[in-house]
């Protein structure tokens, strides 16, 4: 346990990482997951072009990186002796 555990799950909820994406989501978010650093303006226009407004990509994006850095934290916790699963 950290002092942080509140402040993480209050982020966690707030930010909903578990929300279900469209399928043709799928390709852009495993990008946002792996390698954020990849993402570039074409992919998002692409979600654009299929008909997705901004804010649904921004929530999707939001949701899927808040969780991939919860995972990590968590990882490195766990190295650390911090936590357990």
């Not at 469209?22 to 978010?29: G, I």
């Not at 570039?40 to 901004?54: I, P, Y």
Request: charged share 30%.
């Amino acid at each position: 346990m950290t002092r942080y555990d509140d402040l993480i799950a209050a982020l966690s909820d707030a930010a909903h990482p578990d929300r279900a994406a469209p399928p043709d989501f799928e390709a852009y978010l495993a990008k946002v997951r792996t390698r954020a650093y990849a993402v570039t303006d074409r992919d998002v226009e692409a979600l654009k072009e299929a008909g997705h407004s901004e804010d649904e990509i921004f929530e999707q994006t939001v949701s899927t990186a808040v969780a991939a850095g919860l995972e990590r934290l968590e990882a490195g916790l766990m190295s650390l002796g911090l936590k357990r699963r």
